[in-house]
């Protein structure tokens, strides 16, 4: 039997929830609770400004994904109706889905630390120095356009609605490991789902923690890849270099702004293409590298 074309009409007449803005007012309590807390026992988990712009940059991107989520589901849509199979819409195809799905988060993780372009897209989310629930508000406005990594979900058969869902349900899950005041859970838990402790070391500048803990709600995916580092000493948050800036729009847009000035100053397509696509811990060096050869080049001119 041929698997039936879904179109757009009969997807939007569904209705589907949105049920990340649903969350929005629990998780928000649940900010201001931890904003308390913090300030009770008089811990520097919090600051005032830093949660002010990341809630900013949070509401912003609710209502960012809301609109385009016609896109979005279009997009998925398309290249569900691509292939000849469907996966039916039964309880453990959702189950199946959250796996092949966060299989790919983890490398759309990934790519966007190690590719400097992607990483203009997810850089706001490690820009603060400071690591509470209200980090998790902190999705960069350009990071919609990372939905192509998730083409594969649709081609894999998944109906656009359990994507839709699962999705959403990853995304929540998120909330609740950007967190100091969870430590260390039980040893089955901290072995396959991603925790606050894994997190903690994702976030953090500290050397041996630099691109380590990509999952997102599985840290299985890190440990058969290789990527996957314990917590052990206490970590610092942030960048390598600080934005020093409370303002949305910077942080939002600072590295995206970086490239467009190292694009303009290049010298050739090729440093062009490097500044662009170089993996961000590697970019001075690859500044220096170009620099070295342009001057190289210079004397050789000169005689």
């Not at 629990?26 to 900010?31: E, F, G």
């Not at 000493?233 to 800036?245: A, D, H, I, M």
């Amino acid at each position: 039997m041929n698997k039936e074309t879904l179109t757009f009409e009969q997807i939007t007449n569904m209705d589907l929830p949105n049920i990340i803005l649903y969350a929005a007012p629990v998780m928000i309590a649940l900010v201001a609770f931890e904003w308390y807390l913090s300030y009770r026992q008089k811990k520097d988990f919090y600051d005032g400004k830093d949660t002010v712009a990341a809630l900013v940059i949070g509401l912003i991107n609710v209502g960012m994904s809301a609109a385009i989520k016609v896109i979005t589901f279009g997009i998925i849509l398309f290249f569900y109706n691509l292939v000849p199979w469907t996966i039916p819409m039964t309880w453990w195809a959702f189950i199946i889905c959250l796996f092949w799905l966060d299989f790919w988060r983890y490398w759309a993780h990934r790519i966007a630390h190690e590719n400097r372009f992607w990483w203009a897209t997810h850089v706001t989310h490690h820009n603060s120095e400071k690591y509470n629930w209200s980090v998790s508000f902190r999705l960069s406005w350009t990071q919609h356009i990372k939905i192509i990594f998730f083409i594969p979900v649709a081609l894999a058969g998944f109906h656009p609605v359990v994507f839709f869902i699962v999705h959403q349900l990853a995304v929540l899950y998120q909330f609740w490991i950007h967190t100091e005041y969870i430590t260390k859970l039980p040893r089955p838990i901290e072995y396959f789902f991603t925790t606050p402790s894994h997190h903690r070391v994702h976030h953090a500048t500290n050397e041996k923690y630099l691109d380590k803990n990509y999952g997102s709600t599985f840290i299985i995916w890190d440990r058969i890849f290789g990527t996957f580092q314990p917590e052990e000493e206490k970590p610092n948050y942030g960048l390598t270099t600080q934005v020093n800036s409370y303002n949305p729009i910077t942080l939002n847009f600072h590295e995206w702004s970086d490239i467009v000035r190292d694009v303009k100053n290049s010298r050739s397509l090729k440093e062009a293409y490097a500044m662009v696509f170089t993996r961000p811990s590697e970019l001075e060096a690859k500044k220096k590298e170009f620099e070295a050869a342009y001057e190289k080049s210079r004397l050789k001119v000169n005689g």
